[in-house]
């Protein structure tokens, strides 16, 4: 490639007899050049005051250029979907004529009309995407330099462009990440470039930029919501609708660059085939414009088509077309690969002829993407009748924030649902207003309600790019009646009146049934009030308001006779709690149980204050610390030290009530430390352990249940007369993506208090389990005798993991050691296995 000076390369056009032309400095710059611009609009080189390209763009920049560019231009409109957790705006372009510009309201009217089946009016919609991963750079400063040609260029096609469509660009789905990557490369970038992939500019520093604030991967997350940056990108996508995602992204710097389609055979089946016949259209497209720039690509191998929480999946499920694209990654400005030398300006330029691409190709097939669109919601299974409905009839019983967790995620993919009026039996089940829902399956949205609670367990290709199950039943732990028919007219769109807490007069303490998802954060606020609270050993019941009622083990008790504390202090402070945790508090008037245990019984432990500390930083599974960091932070308010794993042999663990540990190798600590953290537990601290920090403990004889580890498991497969052709089947069945399997609870056990029933339903993701412990009473839970639930999971792994430890109970003199052997709070979605980490944290410490 050339060292210096400038070279140009003419991107193909299907459209005119004129081309937009690339410029390119080879070392470092990228931009569009073409005679025929508006001079009247900023440049990104000019508003930058340097070439595009020549440093890794901040968020804010990308920010003020988007907002330049609308005031410079009448085709430049800002569409604003809300802050990243760390308070940066997310800003996306909406370019088109200024005509249309001054029609977005009505535009905006006519999409919300698509989902009803109508005839579709006005321009097509498509949406460019880019850089939902932090550190996949090229594809935000591509947004940049497409932006400002859509909006200078005087070209016929792009005129016919922006007055046949609307364009939506988002230049950085990912804020937080983005700016994490590029202080970190332009930090360790100097005068001269080094291509040496072991440099620091190309070598991150633990998390690195992929993700966000709490470490998530935002291109898994858009089914779960889980994040600001998420949601509002999916309000995002239902405002517009558009016909049309390109979803940019970059992989490993040895690789070309994809375009779908992705492997026929790893392609949902839920996508329809005209889905996939507009895909293979569309990279016609992107073959020509690559194909000009003499760059080498493939599709149909790699990626796949299957899970619709990714940014190019969950437009096929909701009547759009989705296209991912992923470029070879420089990271830094310049990298040696086995491909020679690769450069973010190359990086650029072809993430902006895919994209100039996929405007053409969308403009060629505009019709067709329109008609698809069309015929998606038209069925006549995607309307909502009156009358009698088949449908889903959910309930989380005792939980009414599990099921209002369940509305927020239904209606921001604008999933229809209704409320009980009265309690119904179906199934042998009773459905209580208060925590149930009606979700019928005749609806606009029935293709992505269906996707959300799939339960398929036999696939024609057993290989997965990510998960191969994500069903929200069994994520929410949910009771369900999957062929429910209800009179649609009899429910309600309105949400039950919530619980009125009273005080009585008379009461002596207030119970919190531990069922419930709130009543942790709730706890955690007592406490940090240094309140007293106290949790059940063993079921009981007691008189409520004259009524008999019955409270599960786990059940907290709130006294009202407290040293330091009146009891009107703490009736005004249960009062405003209940107002903030909408839960059900029951005042009762007496100690005394009518069965089970009475209220000033031993078998009421005390619930000590926690301080817990995650051990974070290489060698440690940054998404697994960033779940557990959002679980402590953002749900149950626990002020939780964050510790590099290269510093906690220097801390002092006794300040400390627990430790915890995510999934990991933590190879670099040392037998110093091992001895360090074996006195914690024995002073009486609670080690919290997944996945593969249970190796590490046990390889340092402070976990005494042994270890499977993958090696175990493989000898499993039978490969006798296998070929060289078999090696990747063999691999797809070996490998564990993500499935969903069920296991059997010890009830009896504190680390499953809180747990409907004696079955628990998790999403496994690694080859390790744990053997049967022969000191008695340490197994609190099983993988069921038949575990597989939903997904894929090899048969050798179903026969080996039944019946056998996933969770245990370590005790240590005063302390203990809770082992899992997967993460319970996959993605922060898996609701209905959270509360094992909060038993893990609040009760555990109390049994010794």
Request: overall charge positive; charged content about 20%.
């Amino acid at each position: 490639m050339l060292k210096t000076g400038l070279f140009l390369l003419t991107l193909f056009c299907s459209l005119s007899l004129t081309s937009p032309v690339i410029a390119a400095d080879s070392q470092r710059v990228i931009s569009v050049s073409n005679s025929n611009l508006d001079p009247v609009i900023t440049s990104p080189d000019a508003f930058l005051g340097y070439p595009l390209g020549q440093w890794h763009l901040r968020h804010d920049q990308v920010n003020y250029y988007l907002k330049q560019l609308a005031r410079d231009s009448a085709k430049v409109s800002i569409e604003d979907t809300g802050q990243s957790h760390e308070a940066r705006q997310q800003l996306t372009a909406v370019i088109t004529s200024s005509e249309n510009q001054t029609k977005l309201n009505d535009i905006l009217a006519q999409r919300q009309t698509v989902k009803s089946g109508a005839n579709q009016a006005g321009p097509l919609v498509i949406w460019l995407a880019y850089s939902i991963h932090g550190d996949e750079a090229s594809g935000a400063h591509a947004a940049l330099s497409l932006s400002y040609f859509l909006a200078s260029s005087k070209e016929p096609w792009v005129k016919q462009l922006l007055d046949e469509a609307v364009v939506l660009i988002t230049p950085s789905q990912n804020p937080d990440g983005m700016d994490r990557f590029s202080t970190w490369t332009n930090n360790y970038r100097g005068q001269t470039d080094v291509s040496d992939s072991n440099h620091k500019e190309h070598r991150q520093n633990w998390p690195n930029g992929r993700t966000n604030h709490y470490f998530a991967d935002l291109n898994r997350d858009l089914l779960f919501l889980r994040h600001p940056e998420t949601r509002g990108r999916v309000a995002l996508f239902h405002r517009w609708q558009p016909h049309y995602v390109g979803d940019f992204h970059e992989m490993g710097r040895d690789k070309s660059y994809f375009f779908q389609p992705g492997v026929p055979s790893r392609t949902n089946p839920a996508t329809s085939k005209p889905n996939q016949l507009l895909t293979e259209k569309l990279a016609h497209f992107h073959r020509k414009a690559l194909d000009g720039l003499k760059q080498s690509y493939f599709s149909r191998e790699g990626f796949d088509d299957f899970y619709y929480g990714k940014g190019s999946t969950y437009p096929d499920i909701n009547g759009s077309v989705g296209i991912l694209f992923e470029q070879a990654s420089s990271r830094g400005q310049v990298q040696i690969t086995k491909n020679g030398e690769l450069r973010l300006s190359q990086a650029i330029e072809n993430q902006l002829a895919t994209s100039i691409s996929s405007l053409k190709g969308c403009l060629a097939l505009k019709d067709e993407l329109i008609e698809y669109q069309s015929d998606f919601y038209q069925g006549r299974d995607k309307v909502l009748q009156r009358g009698r409905q088949t449908g889903f009839l959910l309930g989380a019983p005792a939980n009414r924030a599990r099921i209002e967790d369940l509305t927020k995620l239904l209606s921001q993919h604008k999933i229809k649902f209704y409320y009980l009026t009265n309690t119904v039996n179906q199934g042998g089940i009773d459905f209580n207003p208060d925590t149930s829902l009606f979700i019928p399956i005749n609806q606009p949205q029935k293709s992505l309600l269906l996707a959300m609670f799939d339960n398929s367990t036999e696939f024609e290709d057993p290989t997965f790019y990510d998960v191969s199950s994500w069903n929200l039943e069994h994520a929410y732990h949910l009771q369900m009646v999957r062929n429910s028919k209800l009179d649609i007219d009899v429910l309600s769109p309105q949400a039950p009146a919530k619980f009125n807490f009273k005080m009585s007069e008379q009461a002596v303490a207030v119970l919190v049934n531990w069922q419930q998802d709130l009543a942790a954060p709730m706890l955690q606020a007592l406490l940090q009030d240094n309140l007293l609270v106290k949790f059940a050993l063993k079921p009981f019941t007691i008189k409520v308001a004259g009524e008999t009622k019955k409270f599960p083990a786990g059940t907290l008790q709130i006294p009202l006779k407290q040293a330091g504390h009146t009891a009107s202090e703490i009736k005004d402070k249960l009062v405003k709690l209940a107002k903030q945790y909408p839960l059900n508090l029951y005042s009762v008037t007496t100690s005394a149980s009518t069965s089970g245990i009475d209220l000033g019984s031993p078998s009421f432990k005390i619930i000590k204050p926690i301080k817990p500390l995650l051990i974070t930083g290489r060698g440690t599974d940054a998404s697994e610390v960033g779940q557990l960091w959002y679980y402590l932070d953002s749900k149950l308010s626990v002020p939780v030290t964050l510790v590099d794993v290269g510093h906690i042999s220097k801390i002092r663990l006794n300040r400390y009530t627990h430790v915890i540990m995510a999934s990991g190798n933590y190879s670099s600590l040392d037998e110093q430390f091992a001895r360090q953290l074996g006195k914690f537990t024995s002073d009486g601290g609670t080690v919290i352990a997944q996945k593969g920090a249970l190796t590490w403990l046990n390889k340092n004889n402070l976990l005494k249940s042994d270890i499977k580890d993958t090696r175990f498991y493989l000898r499993l497969f039978d490969t006798r007369g296998l070929s060289y052709g078999d090696k990747e089947k063999l691999a797809a069945r070996q490998s564990i993506g993500g499935a969903i399997v069920e296991l059997k609870l010890d009830p009896s056990n504190p680390i499953s208090f809180g747990i409907r029933g004696n079955r628990l339903p998790i999403l496994k993701n690694m080859a390790i389990g744990l053997t049967t412990s022969s000191t008695p009473f340490t197994v609190a839970a099983k993988y069921a005798d038949e575990p597989l639930l939903s997904g894929y999971l090899a048969k050798e792994y179903q026969a080996s993991f039944s019946n056998n430890p996933a969770i245990v109970l370590e005790t240590r003199d005063q302390g203990a050691i809770v082992g899992l052997a997967d993460n319970l709070m996959f993605r922060n979605i898996w609701l209905g296995s959270e509360k094992i980490y909060a038993n893990a944290l609040y009760f555990v410490p109390a049994l010794n």
